[in-house]
């Protein structure tokens, strides 16, 4: 509700309350911290590398510089054009080994991380492949702080908005990716784990550039609702199982 003056205590309400002055309704509530060993900082770093990066493995082999399979190839890569997100990728990985390739004709950037450390932040993090691993783990697994992180940076790598905006009514987060594919779902847990409304719409392919497969645009809404426009209108009454006692 209101602040000052005007303002009312924090309760539990009834639909009916609802439709009577102006109030607001808590529709979530920020998830609890989770336990992977995963900080704020390396989960912005994944959320760069699942937006607008590639994770490759390679076939484990048994020989003997794969150390029984703990040092088999991992390599975990960005690419960047935008200008600003560059500088905001430099500045993410300068206390992260990783090297720099940068392409003379399109003045794409890419970064290559230190392959130990990508195999170890991988693991920590539940994720195989950018097709394989568990969006909801994951995310229920980071803490609040690490999924703000990592909302941010997926938002920069592949949001559809490039000038944020926040309102009363919504914050501008639309990310777009692939339908079905565990990212989406990781953007629709992260929204929920953080307190936003988050709704999820899947336009068909354009058979032109890049959405040339369904693609899904996840938007995050505050965690709140006016009853400014709201109604209350009776649906029906039906018949319900209840315990008896005897």
Known sequence: GRSGARSTDAKIIHANEFVVGEKRLILAANAEDGDLDVSDTEAALL????????????????GPSQAGGSRV??????YQ????????I??????????????????QHVWTIDPDYSRSLLLRAGISTKTSFDPWTLAAGLSLSAREA???????????????????TRIDVSIVQGTGSPVAELVV??????????????YPPTEKGWAVNPYSVIRQGLGVMSNKRVSLEYSSTDSVWCVTTG
Not at 81 to 88: C, D, M, N, V, Y
Not at 150 to 168: E, F, I, Y
Not at 189 to 202: I, P
Request: a positive charge; aromatic letters at 4%.
């Open 90 to 107: 430099t500045a993410l990985l300068g206390d992260i080994d990783h090297s720099l390739h940068v392409n003379p004709k399109t003045g």
């Open 73 to 78: 190839g991992c390599q975990m890569k960005i």
């Open 81 to 88: 054009t935008k200008s600003q997100g560059i500088l905001e």
């Open 189 to 202: 847990a992260l929204g929920f784990l953080t307190g936003h409304y988050t709704t999820e719409t899947v």
């Open 47 to 62: 959320g760069w590398v699942l937006g607008d990066g590639s994770i490759t493995r390679s076939e484990f082999t048994g």
């Open 150 to 168: 990592m909302v941010k940076t997926l938002d920069a790598a592949d949001g559809k908005n490039k000038t944020p905006q926040r309102s009363r």
